[in-house]
């Protein structure tokens, strides 16, 4: 948007891109791959970028860093709450000892989560909190004398992380299966299930769609219940698996079903979870209690690594019943007491902070603001769930140039596959979310019109 070339701010990113470039691995990318942009500055819903080029962008920040950053950049009550806690104690181990910032978030989590979850294991990542709970269900159907359920039921567009065993409940085509062959554990696939559009508030779904999806996952489980431990979803909507909504009758589906086989049910919420979908957890829109939910992302308001797993009553029962009576995890920096203290700050202004409305101005204004995106020749389809809103292309997108394209147009957007897609801080006004839908429909159409 501001282009100040030769400023100290220009010179100051170009030398940090140059040092960065082939020393340091980003996701996903070549060491020699497309230059990163340099974080000038980072306040509220703006970022200040500097380009290799020596071009400087204040951009409208689309993306809450991956979904973490709900309050913005540098908000004063989680800056205090990290500080605070850095002035009594930053880390202790959590083996033998415990700290009230641990205490009061896990009592926090337990009582915003649906009735039933009611045991919180904290992992230093997502895809951590993944591997934990894949780990507790196959204990858990060790201790209810079934050792031969080790394998798990996932959907195919599925996005669950990035360590092994998460990988492998990740999608087995667009994940990462074929790089380490032998590596990965074998799963059991169901197809996507059937698209959900927003009507009136509400998901809807082809009727005879859902009825033959539920069919298959009923006919799947029925013949492979003695190998299967849990069903994996993320509910409602998948996220780096493509961004697809799906019909809530078939997360209700996998939940009778489940119960009908003895099998529980994981809820992966790392993406979906704390109001993102216009639900404060996605699987409230089918009405569901898992078994096992994964929470992440946004748990820390974007500031620090944290995740936590919870459980219920019934599944820990178990596990303190069975020979071993723990949970075979314990990492070293398992519920970080900074971590945990901004995760708890982030939680009482998420709840104070009147998100349902926010996120419900959000998702009108990314109707309103990406609907030209649907007029552009490339676009196969433009949806919109809660603050979360998707522009899919017929065909892969040019990351470089989309992502370029929406900096002069004032946007922070960071495009894969063939998704250019937005999930705003709810603090976004809604000029941000006017500017960031306006950024996306230009860079689409100058790009791929
Ligand atoms: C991001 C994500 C993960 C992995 O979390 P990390 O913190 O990146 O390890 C797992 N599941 C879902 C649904 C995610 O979006």
Redesign the pocket.
Known sequence: MHSLPDSSDARSARSLIARDRGLLWHPYAPLDGDAPYAVLHAEGTRLTLGAADGTTFAAVDAMSS??SAIHGYRHPRLDRALLEQAGRFSHVMFGGLTHEPAVRLAEQLVAMTPDGLDHVFFAD????S?EVALKLAVQYQRGCGRPGRTQFLALRGG????TFA?MSVCDPVDGMHAAFPSLIAEQRFLPRPPAARLVDGELVADPAEVAAWVETLTASVARHADELAAIVV?PVLQ??GGMHVYAPEALAAARRVADNHGLLLIV?E??TGFGRTGRLFAAEWAGVVPDIMCV??ALTGGYL?L?AMLCSARVARVITDSPLRALLHGPTFMANPLACSVASASLELLAESGWRERVGRIERGLEAALAPARAVAGVREVRVLGAVGVVELSGPVDVAAVTRAALDHGVWVRPFRNLVYTMPPYISSAEDVAVIGAGICAAVARVHG
Request: net charge negative.
């Open positions: 991956w979904w990542s997502g895809s951590v993944v996005y669950h992380g990035d998460a993320e996220g780096a992966d790392i993406a992440g992302k690594t995740a």
